[in-house]
């Protein structure tokens, strides 16, 4: 696998994952809490792919942001405030 096609699948499989927990999230009666463990996993692996280049700081924010976008109640969905 080349260096692009790489970049692109993991771009779509963080913002699959994310868009998932997204939806879990806004459908708990709950709220996040439940999925407190998932997220961050999702956020550690966000780190390792823009250090390992996988991806860029840019890039995943990018893909966050359009997660927190398009689910508002998603409150944890922010990056890279989340990080930080």
């Known amino acids: 696998m080349d260096a692009p096609a ?3 699948r993991t771009a779509r499989l963080l913002e699959a994952r994310l868009e998932a927990l997204a ?3 806004e459908h708990s009666l709950e709220g996040e809490r439940p999925f ?3 997220i961050l ?3 550690a692996a966000t780190r390792h792919a823009v250090a390992l280049e996988l991806l ?3 890039q995943a924010g990018a893909i966050w942001a359009g997660v927190a976008r398009r689910h508002p109640d998603a409150r944890w969905c922010h990056w890279p405030q989340r990080a930080a």
Do not use: F, L, M
């Open 6 to 8: 790489r970049i692109g």
């Open 23 to 25: 939806v879990a999230s």
């Open 36 to 38: 407190d463990r998932q």
């Open 41 to 43: 996993g999702v956020e």
């Open 56 to 58: 860029s700081s840019e």
